[in-house]
């Protein structure tokens, strides 16, 4: 039992790490990249059609790591490579030739999503694996996610701090430093702590008849249709709402105070939510999307203040953080032991894969061309752009408060059909 708590102990630190070191950046990026001079709005958007490599990079990493029953070197390179890659992003971004500076974001951003496709679906993988193995009860799972969380909320609400002392008074640099420091402490616990992924003994139908099975499941692909819907959200509210917010005259760190709030309010969600054990996942699921829904319908408003924020970063936590425990569960519950981490793909694929395609395609057919960064034109055009932009974000999550509601539909037919196919 204290060998089985100390294995326990060391998945939380590493979520915690991983988590600290990917989103030290991650909601960042899309408004780091909208400031590179040679980079246009709608360029930036349409490089989101390249999440397509992290739906193929799931189901590649994930491959690889069954195959070889070495998720933990993947775990470790992935993270490596990161790290690696965000330090190739802020070189790129200081790049003065036009050609240079496109071509250079371009490829680090293919490389970036293929990385990242392979890191949360196999550390659930991983972690379920172990779960399984030792006979330890669901709920555990909470802790994974409550760790992943702190990560999150460590960051947002340390950076600041650490700002305000004037230690590391530039921005970049310090969620750099986080980043390498994190990512390096979970490489290290991967490597040389971390249980070993083990397979059950094979079935006689062959892993890839189970997998397709599982993919042709009309209540599946129902379920598929809803994450991409929840997809497309997050595509908005992680690329969006921070040049939204900085455009609107927020700081940097009252930005991140508000993803602080947003991380606290998914922290005491998975705090609760064991709590409603009585309620089927595939209710709180349809729930889940309600409040997201509810969340962005904040922003549909064209002023804005500071309470109406605070709730909306609420409504995103709860709603997040019930999304990802609940189709987590879900689409666990479609899969036997050995083919858990490719179905864990097929839920990532969704969620940061086929939505961000879709989220990349719709900005490129409807945004302008022209359209810039008002922090990075001219003075006489700047209000110009920055009203043109306004109405860009406001049009959007308009567009997607109802899809969200559209998205209930599909999640309420496959709880009929999985119930009754039983």
């Known amino acids: 039992m204290p060998s089985m708590n100390r294995s326990l ?45 992290n739906f193929i990079g799931s189901f590649f990493w994930c ?23 965000i330090i190739f992003v802020l070189i790129a971004s200081r790049i003065t030739n036009s050609v240079y500076q496109i071509v250079s974001i371009t490829i680090i951003t293919i490389f970036r999503e293929f990385t990242l496709g392979g890191i949360l679906p196999v550390f659930f993988a991983l972690v379920l694996n172990y779960m399984k193995r030792k006979r330890i009860q669901e709920s555990k799972l909470v802790m994974i996610n409550i760790f992943s969380i702190l990560g999150n909320a460590c960051v947002m609400f340390i950076m600041p701090v650490i700002s305000c002392t004037g230690i590391i008074k530039n921005d970049r640099l310090l969620s750099l430093t986080v980043c390498i ?3 390096t402490l979970a490489i290290i616990l991967l490597l040389l702590k971390t249980p070993k992924f083990k397979k059950d003994v094979k079935e006689n139908l062959t892993r890839e008849g189970r997998i397709m ?32 917010l ?11 105070m508000l993803w602080g709030t947003r991380c606290i309010a998914e922290l005491f969600t998975y705090i609760i939510i064991p ?18 829904a509810l969340s962005i319908a904040f922003y549909i408003f064209p002023e804005l203040n500071t309470t109406m924020l605070v709730i909306s970063e609420v409504l995103k936590g709860a709603g997040t953080a019930s999304f990802v425990y609940t189709s987590i569960l879900i689409f666990k519950s479609y899969a036997t032991n050995d083919i858990q981490t490719q179905v864990q793909g097929i839920r990532n694929s969704a969620y940061n894969g086929f939505s961000c395609i879709l989220f990349g395609i719709l900005a490129a057919v409807l945004i302008d061309r022209d359209l810039k960064d008002p922090r990075t034109v001219n003075e006489d055009e ?21 899809s969200l509601l559209i998205a209930i539909v599909p999640a309420i037919l496959a709880r009929f059909l999985k119930k009754r196919n039983k």
């Open 63 to 85: 491959y690889i790591a069954d195959r070889r029953e070495n998720h933990n070197n993947v775990l470790a390179f992935n993270i490596s490579m990161y790290i690696v890659l």
């Open 213 to 244: 099975h599982v993919i042709l499941k009309p209540s599946v692909l129902l379920y598929y249709a809803s994450v991409v819907a929840i997809g497309v959200y997050k595509c908005i509210i992680s690329n969006f709402v921070t040049t939204f």
């Open 382 to 402: 700047s209000d110009e752009m920055r009203n043109r932009m306004l109405n860009v974000f406001e049009s959007s999550y308009f567009i997607i408060f109802f």
């Open 275 to 292: 709590y409603f054990a009585f309620v089927p996942n595939n209710i709180l699921f349809v729930i889940s999307i309600l409040v997201s």
């Open 181 to 183: 420091v994190a990512g």
């Open 9 to 53: 102990n060391i998945f939380y630190i590493i979520i915690f790490l991983t988590y600290s070191c990917v989103f030290s950046f991650q909601n960042f990026l899309f408004n780091i990249v909208n400031q590179c001079k040679y980079v246009d709005f709608r360029y930036n958007c349409s490089l989101q059609v390249f999440s397509v490599l």
């Open 246 to 256: 900085q455009i609107n005259g927020l700081q940097m760190n009252t930005i991140r």
